[in-house]
C-alpha cells in the first residue's frame, strides 16, 4: 500500500512539473481544428549546442533547423545520433550550452517545461493505471484547476477524434497497446498546445500495431495541423509520416528535406545508405579511363565528377545504385555479373543478395562502403520468376539511377 502511494505521488508531480507542462489559457486569434482551440507556431534552432562533461564530442553539434507552421517534422538517425537530446532540449528537459530555441515569436531556451506550452508523448505512454482513460486524458487540467465541464468538453471532443469515446470508462490495464497510445495522444490533445513533440512512440508496440498506429498518428497531426516534432530511429517511420525528414549522425544534421528529396537526392554516403529499404548499394572503385569497373563491367563517369575528383587529388570515387536501378539481363549480354546468395520473396517484391563477380580492384571495405568486386549487392528482381540461390545473373545498370560520392568527404558528386 505505501507502495502505491509513493508511485501514486511521484506520477503525480511528474505531470505538474514535466510531461502535464502546457499552460491553458489561449490568446485571441488562435486558429482552430476539428473543434479544438489549437494553436500553430513554428520552431526554430539555432545553431543549439549540448556538450556532456567528460565526452570527447557534443551531443548535439551547431544544430540549424526551421520548423514550419503546422509542419509534421521527423528526427531520425541511429542511437546516439542526438535525437533525443534535440527533442529533449525543445521541451526544456535538457540545458542548451549554445545556441537559441525559439517557439514562435519566444526564446524557450532558459524556459522552465512548464512555460513552454509544449505537450510531449513519450515511448511507455505514462499512464496512471488506477485511473480511467476519461481521468487520465483530464487529469492535467484537473490539477491545473480548469472548470469540470471544460475538461469533459475537451476530453469528449479528443476521445471523438481518436476514436476512444468507447473506452473512456475503462482502465489503461483493458487497453490494448494501440488504444494506449492514443489515450496518451489524447492525454497531449486536451492541454491545447503549441507544439507536439513524440519520442519513439511506437517502439513499444508489435510490427502490425506499429503501421496501423503511425497511419493514425500522421493522420491525426494533418488534422488537427499542430506543429509536430517526432523522434524515431526507424527510417520506413520516418519516410512515412514526416513532411519533412531530418538525418542525424554524431550530432550533426547530415541532411534535412521531404522524403523524396531524400531518397532521390541523398547529400552524402551516409544519407544515402540510412534512407532506403533495402539501402543504397555502395561500391567504391579505382578510376580507369574515365570510368570505373563494377563486377566486370566498366561504368563512364560523368565529365563533372571526374573533374570534382581531379579537384579532391582522388583517383578513387564512391558509386551508389538503388536496387531498382538494376535490371536483369540475358546471359551474354553487357552487364554486372553476381552471384546470388539469397533472395527475398515479400510478395509484391522480391530482393536478390549477392556477391560482384570479376576480377578484384585490391579496395577494401570502410565505412559500410565496400571497393571492387567480392562487394554485396542487392537487386529487385521479378518476384514472379526470381533467381534461385547459387545462381548467376547479369544486372544491367540503369545510367539515371547511378550516384557518385567524393571517396574522401563522402560528399554527394554534381553529375549533371
Known amino acids: 500500500m505505501l507502495l502505491t502511494c509513493q508511485l501514486i505521488h511521484s506520477m503525480t508531480e511528474t505531470a505538474q512539473s514535466v510531461t502535464l507542462c502546457t499552460p491553458l489559457s489561449m490568446p485571441s486569434g488562435g486558429r482552430c481544428r476539428e473543434g479544438l482551440s489549437l494553436r500553430m507556431t513554428t520552431v526554430s534552432f539555432e545553431k543549439v549546442t549540448r556538450c556532456y562533461l567528460g565526452a570527447d564530442r557534443p551531443a548535439v553539434d551547431a544544430l540549424h533547423l526551421d520548423i514550419a507552421d503546422g509542419e509534421f517534422l521527423v528526427l531520425v538517425g541511429p542511437s546516439g545520433c542526438g535525437k533525443s ?179 532521390d537526392e541523398p547529400a552524402n554516403v551516409f544519407v544515402a545508405s540510412f534512407i532506403g529499404s533495402p539501402a543504397m548499394n555502395l561500391q567504391e572503385a579505382q578510376l580507369a579511363d574515365d570510368g570505373v569497373q563494377l563486377g566486370g563491367a566498366r561504368v563512364p563517369l560523368p565529365r563533372r565528377v571526374l573533374t570534382a575528383v581531379a579537384a579532391e587529388g582522388a583517383d578513387r570515387v564512391v558509386v551508389g545504385f538503388r536496387p531498382e536501378a538494376l535490371e536483369t539481363v540475358a546471359p551474354g549480354e553487357p552487364g554486372l555479373g553476381m552471384a546470388v546468395s539469397m533472395v527475398e520473396e515479400l510478395g509484391a517484391e522480391a530482393y536478390a543478395y549477392g556477391i560482384l563477380q570479376g576480377d578484384h580492384d585490391g579496395g577494401s571495405s570502410t565505412g559500410g562502403v565496400t571497393a571492387g568486386a567480392g562487394a554485396g549487392v542487392v537487386a529487385r528482381v521479378d518476384p514472379r520468376t526470381p533467381p534461385r540461390k547459387g545462381e548467376r545473373i547479369t544486372l544491367r545498370l540503369r545510367a539515371d539511377g547511378t550516384y557518385f560520392f567524393s571517396a574522401t568527404t563522402g560528399e554527394r558528386l554534381p553529375s549533371e
Open 85 to 263: 537530446t534535440s527533442l529533449r532540449m525543445l521541451a526544456g528537459l535538457e540545458d542548451v550550452d549554445d545556441g537559441v530555441i525559439r517557439i514562435g515569436d519566444r526564446d524557450v531556451t532558459h524556459l522552465p517545461p512548464k512555460d513552454r506550452d509544449i505537450a510531449m508523448v513519450f515511448q511507455n505512454y505514462a499512464l496512471y493505471p488506477h485511473m480511467s482513460v476519461a481521468d487520465n486524458m483530464g487529469f492535467a487540467l484537473k490539477v491545473a484547476g480548469t472548470p469540470k465541464d471544460e475538461i469533459h468538453r475537451r476530453v469528449q471532443e479528443a476521445a471523438r477524434i481518436l476514436d476512444l469515446e468507447a473506452y473512456l470508462h475503462r482502465r489503461p490495464k483493458a487497453l490494448s497497446g494501440g488504444q494506449r497510445q492514443r489515450v496518451a495522444m489524447g492525454r497531449a490533445i486536451v492541454r491545447e498546445p503549441q507544439v507536439f513533440l513524440m519520442d519513439e512512440p511506437l517502439s513499444n508496440l508489435d510490427a502490425k500495431l506499429r503501421t496501423q498506429t503511425r497511419t493514425q498518428i500522421a493522420a491525426l497531426q494533418r488534422r488537427l495541423g499542430i506543429t509536430t516534432v517526432y523522434v524515431t530511429h526507424d527510417q520506413i517511420e520516418a519516410m512515412t509520416m514526416g513532411d519533412r525528414v531530418a538525418v542525424l549522425k554524431d550530432g550533426v544534421l547530415q541532411q534535412c528535406a521531404a522524403p523524396r528529396v531524400l531518397y
